[in-house]
């Protein structure tokens, strides 16, 4: 027999319960895999709870073991560890978006778009994404200052994901493609910055994006600028002595 208090610590049965027997293969009793599960859906709700309450750098073990209350050993049994405890946790969340919460549309109609259109399509998909997100924020906002296992692990999940933005925006090697990705990646990270920073002593006062006329008012600049700087350069390949997409950009200023 296997000691009631071991399967209690274990697989989070009370203490003094009955054991259970193990099968005459060997493996335990259907009981103790539903309670592999239960145990399982504890430590993930403990993991999501605090990275939400206290953010990722203090999204630690030992944080998520006490509040769980559960044993160390059953992260390392059942995850492999905090990493594998945070894949398993994105894997099973909206962590990441998806293809649809970017284009609104599959991916076969989406790459016949203008090349403006698509970029518009990705940028305005992530921004109203992000915007209902505040753990993802809190991660993004960590990420700048902190590292850790946890950090790690969502900065590689994020870096693929990116990458799949990339390659949803290009279908060819072409040099204005390949100028759309570096725009893309730059207004991302200073769309990403204005979010993490609302709230924040650093923020920015043009769009606090405590409203949502601030997330409207950003959203348009955002498609502005896009449409000003790509068409302008376009312009520009096609006849230097076209406005420059700075001139562009400013012209009749709503």
Same mark, same amino acid.
């Given at each position: ?91 099973? !969340? ?90 893309? !990646? ?69």
């Amino acid at each position: 027999q296997i000691p009631a208090e071991w399967i209690a610590a274990t697989f989070g049965g009370s203490r003094g319960s009955a054991p259970h027997t193990p099968t005459a293969a060997g493996l335990y009793s259907p009981v103790l895999a539903r309670d592999r599960k239960r145990t399982e859906r504890l430590i993930l709700d403990a993991f999501g709870h605090i990275l939400a309450r206290d953010g990722p750098h203090r999204t630690t073990l030992n944080a998520v073991v006490d509040h769980a209350g559960v044993g160390r050993h059953l992260v390392y049994r059942q995850f492999g560890g905090l990493r594998g405890l945070a894949l398993a946790w994105i894997r099973e !969340t909206d962590y990441l978006p998806t293809e649809a919460d970017l284009l609104g549309q599959s991916a076969a109609g989406f790459s016949g778009l203008p090349l403006e259109t698509r970029l518009k399509c990705l940028l305005m998909g992530y921004l109203t994404w992000l915007r209902d997100r505040p753990i993802n924020q809190k991660v993004l906002a960590a990420a700048l200052a902190d590292r850790g296992a946890v950090l790690e692990v969502f900065g590689q999940l994020r870096r693929e994901r990116l990458e799949g933005m990339a390659k949803l925006l290009c279908s060819d090697d072409s040099g204005s493609q390949s100028e759309a990705v570096a725009f893309g !990646t730059i207004l991302l990270a200073a769309v990403e910055h204005l979010v993490i920073s609302r709230g924040r002593a650093a923020g920015y006062p043009a769009w606090t994006l405590d409203c949502d006329s601030d997330w409207t008012c950003l959203s348009a600049w955002v498609e502005r600028i896009i449409d000003r700087v790509l068409s302008g350069a376009r312009a520009e390949r096609e006849d230097p002595s076209a406005p420059t997409s700075y001139q562009l950009m400013f012209e009749h200023n709503p």
